[in-house]
């Protein structure tokens, strides 16, 4: 279903229930798919939302609210009571449980672990223990694994006895007698092996894994390096505790690139899309304007130092704009690529040198050529090829010193165990425009004698 | 293995190709995974990565040549014969034979296409003819699938037949007699029936699939909204002509992510991190500055006219760097957030007019406190609470139109079916200086009555 087809179902269904047609909403419900109900509930105001929610059985609730983004999901689990939130929460995978009952306030969280099933609410707890951004944090404790002298028969067994509990299965973890992981087993490869050949002869040895402290961040990138469905988590013995699929990390990967998208622009990582609240999204986002605000107070001072030489020759104030701007956009062009780069990955230690040296002549290059045509510019406008000259020079140091910061600032950062995308907005932006303006106007008071 | 281990095997392997010890570096090469060695390769200078590439037999070659980024790929494939490449795409996978082929020069793709099996090439043929950013363009020829007539058992004999083409397998695609995908069902469905059931009976009917011409941003979101490890492909008639699994779908959305970023940055969206000529990297980001430089002009423009103003209050001056960054930044910050919100679905078309209305609500705060702060600047500094209330006002107003600028130009472009990441560099910001400075202009000379 795409986008159009969900808003029509929007509609549908919000007449639905302004028309208390029960039945009928209830009879669409069980025909939609879990994440297409979850987009239609995102959708809706909060009381027909509630409302829709309340009509789904636990099981669809669970799936649904899986589905779900985090703020709509916060919003909803708001106005459930403990009983209800139970109920739903058992019937969820051991990781998706735990990200549930992490958001409920504390007191709540503990009504909702004393009703479900011991052995759930056990996990839970021992998932809870590692932090929400790691391989712990991601991992769910529902996974098929085996004895290394297990056969194949015995596999297909184990595989039987968990198919409630462990919804999708791509692999048969291969473990051996204290726990350790020790192989990897498509279920193809299963399939086509006879009864009676043993585990431990026909899996694969080289198995990519992870350790439960592994960074989230990390986490996707062997996901993405390796190619994998899913990727087992293993404590610092190499004993297997978990297994993260590729779902999960398909929404890290988004996550983590609207972080970096919001922080190059100077909005708090964390703001949500559906916030609603005028107030916690400009106290969100104040800080940055108010650093951009200092900063340019030191433009304003500038200016000021340099009044006598802009009062002489006033064709100098002109070109203040376009000499930050283009200082501004240059910078944020290679400021934008080394963030990007080093996020990614495709700029690794060892080129950092080498990505320095390609930026900076990049910067020259099109210094070059904003000065000839600022050069150009001034001489057809003002007829003044000597003012035009100086403030070509201008042009081509503010771009190289912009992209100086560009490159150096990120990298500086990324050394220092930062993200690099801290460094552009607002500070690029603004030391950028600080420095812009004083070499401009030094450069033409030297230059022109003014001053 | 982390970037750090692999460093270190960068440094080795230099190491041991400079003392032609071959037999040490094929040793190294067997036991490291194909995504690793195309690491490797990627870190090391021109001439080494053509020897180290050279020491690798056809399979494990088409191994490492589908983790290879882009523009590594293309620099190794521009440096080898077509018999090897031949040999080399004879052991890929359709998909990745084809995109493969779509890089080379015509004659050599010919030559290439000649020489691999028929039946290879009839279907790099075939997949050639999608559109590289569709479905199509991303679907390989290798899956299994199974008549609904058949028997588990028969689809367990259909899977052995195909094992050796199909690498990784998670489901059996279910197929009527003209060839319409009817159903799928997951491995670990068939491991846990017996032999005689009827694939019919035990199959999803609701199947979740996409059109051959379907574009990959979208086929994207289908797997990220409905977590999918593999996406059937569809023809018009709803015949099933192809698989997507989900390691290409990673890359797509990290491609989308970067492409985004440098939209918003104003750098091309096809610059390559590893292009190392200065030449093209500067003509590709040169359009931007231009457009910069051009409308900049305005800005020159508008305090040409203004002149007269300016030169009668000189610190009117001071505070046009401070205004216009001000503007841009809270501009930035609003485009920013509404332009990833469109990009991730998060904001959907019904909500549009909430957001615009929101994004304003907090333009209009954050203006009021920076409003606030430079009133008291001005005051402590100048002494001159009237100059000081002028500028408030028009920082308020300067904000508030960066704010309706920053959301309106995302929207109207996304409506006109443009991606929204255009509009902020530079569009939005070098019409919010030009407005910004106009608007602040405009009020001070009227407010102050000067001019």
């Known amino acids: 279903m795409d986008e159009e087809d969900l808003q029509a179902i929007v509609d549908d269904v919000s007449f639905l229930i302004e028309h208390h047609e029960e039945a009928k909403l209830?009879?669409?419900?069980?025909?939609?798919?879990?994440?297409?109900?979850?987009?239609?509930?995102?959708?809706?105001?909060?009381?027909?939302?509630?409302?829709l929610f309340s009509l789904l059985d636990a099981e669809r609730a669970s799936d649904v609210l899986v589905e779900l983004d985090d703020y709509t999901r916060e919003k909803l689990l708001d106005e459930l009571d403990p009983?209800?939130?139970?109920?739903?929460?058992?019937?969820?995978?051991?990781?998706?449980?735990?990200?549930?009952?992490?958001?409920?306030?504390?007191?709540?969280?503990?009504?909702?672990?004393?009703?479900?099933?011991?052995?759930?609410?056990?996990?839970?707890?021992?998932?809870?223990?590692?932090?929400?951004?790691?391989?712990?944090?991601?991992?769910?404790?529902?996974?098929?694994?085996?004895n290394e002298n297990a056969t194949v028969g015995e596999a297909i067994q184990e595989i039987r006895r968990k198919a409630e509990e462990v919804g999708e299965a791509f692999h048969v973890y291969v473990v051996d007698d204290d726990g350790h992981l020790v192989g990897v087993l498509p279920l193809k490869r299963l399939i086509l092996s006879d009864e009676k050949t043993r585990v431990k002869d026909?899996?694969?040895?080289?198995?990519v894994k992870v350790d439960v402290e592994t960074d989230q961040e990390e986490v996707a990138r062997v996901f993405q390096r390796y190619n994998l469905v899913a990727l087992p988590v293993v404590d610092w013995k190499g004993r297997l505790v978990g297994q993260i699929t590729v779902d999960d990390v398909i929404d890290i990967l988004e996550e983590e690139a609207t972080e970096d998208i919001h922080r190059l622009a100077g909005v708090p990582e964390e703001e949500e899309p559906r916030e609603t609240s005028v107030f916690r999204i400009s106290r969100g986002r104040l800080p940055w304007l108010a650093f951009a605000f200092m900063g340019e107070l030191g433009s304003a001072l500038v200016l000021s130092h340099f009044q006598a030489s802009i009062s002489q020759i006033l064709a100098v104030s002109f070109f203040i704009p376009i000499i930050m701007a283009l200082g501004g956009a240059s910078g944020n062009q290679i400021a934008t690529v080394v963030v990007r780069g080093l996020a990614t990955g495709e700029i690794s230690r060892g080129e950092i040198g080498r990505k320095v040296w390609r930026e900076l002549k990049v910067a020259l290059v099109n210094g070059f050529f904003c000065g000839a045509a600022i050069f150009v510019v001034v001489n057809v406008w003002l007829k003044d090829p000597h003012l035009g000259a100086v403030i070509a020079i201008a042009m081509v140091a503010v771009i190289f010193a912009s992209g100086l910061i560009g490159t150096l600032v990120p990298i500086l950062l990324h050394r220092l165990g930062y993200d690099p995308a801290y460094a552009t907005a607002p500070f690029i932006a603004t030391s950028n425009?600080?420095?812009?303006?004083?070499?401009?106007?030094?450069?033409?008071?030297?230059?022109?004698?003014?001053g």
């Not at 026909?202 to 198995?207: A, E, G, L, S």
């Open 202 to 207: 026909i899996m694969d040895h080289d198995v």
């Open 26 to 51: 209830r009879n669409l419900l069980v025909d939609m798919h879990p994440a297409d109900i979850a987009w239609v509930l995102a959708e809706l105001p909060e009381e027909k939302r509630k409302y």
């Open 433 to 450: 425009d600080v420095l812009g303006l004083t070499i401009y106007l030094l450069l033409v008071t030297k230059l022109l004698k003014i």
């Open 83 to 146: 009983s209800r939130i139970s109920e739903i929460v058992d019937e969820m995978d051991s990781d998706d449980a735990t990200d549930v009952v992490s958001e409920l306030p504390e007191e709540v969280a503990e009504e909702v672990l004393e009703r479900i099933d011991k052995e759930d609410s056990e996990e839970v707890r021992e998932l809870l223990r590692h932090e929400e951004d790691t391989a712990g944090g991601l991992m769910a404790l529902e996974y098929v694994a085996v």
